[in-house]
Structure formats: structure tokens, C-alpha cells
């Protein structure tokens, strides 16, 4: 394993930032559905309905973007604290780990 020179202050400031606006894109996915649903249904009608339908359909990666972004801060927060506990290969088995995270089927290597 290599060396590690991880300026820890840092990188807390920056997920500490980086959590503070994705924490609101679970709430902006979830305004948004609730919005579609509502809007569909208030207009009683096949063509609205069925462009929503297709609209949903073409955003819903954007659901994978969310979850993928809790996954990597997840593990980007367990790697630095392994690192600062002192444990490195704890600390690259997380990296690892974050750098598994949830993959929308589209985007899969096949």
C-alpha cells in the first residue's frame, strides 16, 4: 500500500460542504415526484398523463445520482475517520467501498 498524506482538516470542510447541499436533493426528488403526481392527476388527462409518464421515466437516473452521492460521501467519511484512527487498510478498504457506489443499471459496463 502506498503512503498516505491526507490533510484531514480539509477534507472535512469540503464534505461537510458537499453534505450540506446534497443533503436537499433527496427533498428536491421527492418535492418533484409529488409535484408530477399531483399535477397529472389534477388535470384528468391521457396526453398530460402520458407525458409525465415519459418525463418520469427520462429522470429517473437522477434518483441513482442521489443515492450514489449519499454511497460516496459515505464512504469518503468512513475512510478518513479509518485514517484517523490509524488503521490504513481500513482505511482502503472504505476508499474501496466508495468507490463502489450505486451504479444506475444504464450506466453498468456489460
Known amino acids: 500500500m502506498g503512503a498516505w498524506d491526507l490533510h484531514v482538516p480539509a477534507i472535512?470542510?469540503?464534505?461537510?460542504?458537499?453534505?450540506?447541499v446534497a443533503k436537499?436533493?433527496?427533498?428536491?426528488?421527492?418535492?418533484?415526484?409529488?409535484?408530477?403526481q399531483n399535477g397529472t392527476q389534477?388535470?384528468?388527462?391521457?396526453?398530460?398523463?402520458?407525458a409525465m409518464s415519459t418525463f418520469a421515466d427520462?429522470?429517473?437516473p437522477l434518483e441513482f445520482v442521489?443515492?450514489?452521492t449519499g454511497?460516496?460521501?459515505?464512504?469518503?467519511?468512513?475512510?478518513?475517520?479509518?485514517?484517523?484512527k490509524g488503521?490504513?487498510?481500513?482505511a482502503a478498504n472504505a476508499q474501496k467501498a466508495a468507490s463502489s457506489a450505486t451504479?444506475?443499471?444504464?450506466?453498468?459496463?456489460?
Open 42 to 50: 389534477a388535470t384528468q388527462s391521457q396526453i398530460i398523463a402520458t
Open 87 to 90: 488503521d490504513l487498510e481500513m
Open 66 to 68: 442521489v443515492k450514489r
Open 103 to 110: 451504479v444506475p443499471p444504464a450506466w453498468e459496463k456489460k
Open 24 to 36: 436537499g436533493f433527496e427533498a428536491e426528488m421527492t418535492s418533484l415526484q409529488t409535484s408530477m
Open 12 to 20: 472535512q470542510g469540503v464534505l461537510t460542504k458537499t453534505q450540506g
Open 71 to 84: 454511497d460516496a460521501m459515505t464512504g469518503a467519511v468512513n475512510a478518513v475517520n479509518a485514517y484517523v
Open 58 to 60: 427520462k429522470i429517473k
